[in-house]
């Protein structure tokens, strides 16, 4: 989809912190804002998924992302710093309150030109609703 | 014996000469006084931190722009509210906004 879509100009994807799951998703959204600091958010939120944690169960344990750091190259000492500071608290929660203004039961969602999905979608869903709302941009 | 002639010349010859001189002098004491307090900072300033973070101006720098990149992009700005991650052109038609949890 990205090199389809984002590659070729069609689409921008914006990310939207929603740690709605208790401490363990609040530091994640934390520690990858705070790797946004140093230019390696999307990097991060990889890394993030590659060693997805569920649960509460110690996954995303502020040990665990210091070494997701680590493995993203990143400054420790900076991004421990950023990882407690009020900017980077200040984006997630603001992120989070949108998405609770929006009336957001769950995650994943997606608002692609207004029209929304929730939870997991195929390749194709993506797909069809992409190409209509080009068609509906280009037209309009 | 003073020679009358010689202290009436040296009398007003000093005074005519030394009052010039006097204004001279005071016009650059003056010039000098004022350019020395244009050039240097008051201690306050001298005292005072570089507001701006070290950190925020490196970032700056390196942060590719959305609409210049067209891949990964959105990252920090410099100072104030952190943007949202974003990925793709700036004016790209169709926009995906993605509310996620990593658990």
Redo the contacts between chains.
């Keep these: 989809m990205?090199s389809k879509?984002?590659?070729s100009?069609?689409?921008?994807?914006?990310?939207?912190?929603?740690?709605?799951?208790?401490q363990?998703?609040v530091n994640?959204?934390l520690a990858?804002?705070a790797a946004?600091?140093?230019?390696?958010?999307?990097e991060y939120?990889d890394l993030?998924?590659d060693n997805?944690?569920?649960?509460?169960s110690g996954g995303?344990s502020e040990e665990n992302l210091r070494i997701l750091a680590e493995k993203a190259g990143l400054d420790i000492e900076?991004f421990e710093e950023d990882f407690k500071s009020d900017?980077?608290a200040?984006?997630v929660n603001?992120?989070f309150a949108e998405?609770q203004e929006?009336g957001?039961a769950g995650?994943?969602?997606?608002?692609?030109?207004g029209q929304t999905l929730v939870g997991f979608q195929t390749l194709e869903v993506f797909e069809d609703v992409?190409e209509e709302?080009?068609k509906e941009?280009?037209s309009g | 014996m003073t020679d009358p002639r010689n202290s009436a010349r040296k009398g007003p010859r000093t005074l005519v000469t030394s009052l010039p001189q006097i204004l001279l002098l005071a016009v650059f004491i003056l010039l000098v006084a004022g350019c020395a307090q244009a050039q240097s900072p008051s201690s306050a300033e001298k005292e005072q931190p570089s507001k701006q973070p070290q950190?925020q101006t490196s970032?700056k720098s390196?942060?590719?722009a959305?609409s210049e990149s067209?891949?990964?992009a959105?990252?920090?700005e410099a100072g104030g509210?952190?943007e949202?991650?974003?990925?793709?052109?700036?004016?790209?038609?169709?926009?995906?906004?993605?509310?996620?949890?990593?658990?």
């Design positions: 990205i879509y984002v590659e100009g069609t689409l921008r994807i914006e990310w939207r912190d929603f740690p709605y799951q208790g363990e998703s994640a959204a990858a804002r946004q600091e140093q230019g390696k958010f999307w939120h993030l998924y997805q944690s569920s649960g509460n995303y900076q900017r980077v200040a984006a603001a992120d998405a929006r957001l995650t994943p969602t997606f608002i692609i030109n992409i709302a080009e941009a280009s | 950190k970032e390196s942060e590719p959305a067209g891949s990964a959105g990252e920090s509210k952190l949202h991650p974003t990925l793709g052109d700036a004016d790209a038609p169709v926009v995906m906004t993605n509310y996620s949890d990593y658990q």
